[in-house]
């Protein structure tokens, strides 16, 4: 049985799957020619992430496809109901990245309250002569401890960030359609656990009393936030979004870092991707990264292994 990693795949998920029978393939094929090699090779398997399509015409094409597979949550990528039809099992990794995304949406938080996006550039340019500027220039940082986050869309991974947001001491209020309450667990080192309830409240709420905001909901027709939304925020307040490109107005968040609605925000996830707006990458408000959310070591062993396990498991 062949499993093609059309996007990679991490050694952790090779070694279950050939522990397991499999043949695994790493081979990155073009996805105009997908088509061709999974007939070729009768691949059985076909894992991906964010990089490879796969839609009705190439499921309809590709008879000896069994299951898909997408290395992360979204599945934006994949018709994942036609192929549900067609008889095909379409699996993914909802918890595997979790951490990993709150642990980078923190790192920005951090560095946009620090103006760290700003100084590390700068410091190597004007560190020798202007050091007393930039000291001053960037002496009105600001703390984490004892503001409130607001979480829009509180699945997994809007629930690992409200922890680690825990963990720092901030008051966490959330939003989400889907739930009225989640009880948050905290693990320490040390095998103690804490437990924190937290009531959902409205979206205009969560706006409206959040210092920071970050945004963990699915891909969607409208914009989360748009113009409207930003208006109903703090002055100053400080936006991260690593959840998809597309659920923040791009535009409206430049006219509000201009008008002062915004101090900075921070975005893993741009509307054109793979080359986001130029506008963006030179606003010095903004802290920036490549789509590397879910992109660590841990998260992609667990990716690999969960994988493995479940194509094992239904493959029987």
Avoid at 78 to 98: F, M, W
Avoid at 134 to 149: R, S
Avoid at 294 to 304: L, P
């Amino acid at each position: 049985m062949k499993v093609l990693a059309n996007d990679g795949i991490s050694q952790s998920g090779i070694d279950a799957l050939e522990k397991g029978g499999y043949q695994v393939i790493t081979t990155t094929v073009a996805q105009e020619q997908l088509e061709n090699y999974i007939n070729e090779k009768e691949i059985s398997v076909l894992l991906v992430r964010s990089a490879t399509t796969v839609r009705k015409d190439l499921i309809d094409a590709c008879p000896s496809l069994k299951i898909i597979g997408r290395g992360g949550v979204g599945m934006d990528n994949i018709d994942v109901e036609y192929a549900r039809e067609k008889g095909l099992k379409v699996i993914n990794t909802p918890a595997a990245s979790s951490h990993s995304v709150a642990e980078l949406v923190f790192g920005h938080l951090y560095g946009l309250a620090r103006y760290l996006h700003n100084s590390n550039r700068d410091m190597p340019l004007e560190g020798d002569s202007n050091f007393k500027g930039l000291k001053k220039a960037y002496a009105k940082g600001t703390e984490l401890k004892g503001k409130t986050l607001g979480v829009l869309g509180f699945g997994r991974i809007g629930q690992a960030t409200a922890k680690v947001a825990l963990g720092a001491g901030m008051k966490v209020v959330a939003f989400d359609p889907f739930l009225d309450k989640v009880n948050l667990e905290l693990d320490f080192f040390d095998g103690q656990t804490l437990s924190f309830e937290i009531e959902t409240i409205s979206k205009e709420d969560v706006l409206k009393q959040s210092d920071f905001i970050t945004l963990h909901v699915p891909a969607q027709k409208d914009y989360v936030i748009d113009e409207a939304e930003f208006n109903m925020m703090k002055d100053g307040v400080i936006i991260a979004n690593a959840a998809r490109g597309g659920v923040v107005n791009e535009v409206a968040l430049v006219k509000a870092i201009e008008n002062g609605k915004v101090a900075r925000a921070a975005l893993d996830v741009f509307e054109k991707e793979p080359k986001p707006e130029i506008q963006l990458l030179m606003n010095p408000a903004l802290s920036l990264t490549p789509h590397t959310g879910a992109a660590t070591n841990e998260a992609q062993d667990r990716i690999g292994t969960e994988l493995a396990s479940q194509i094992i498991s239904i493959m029987g």
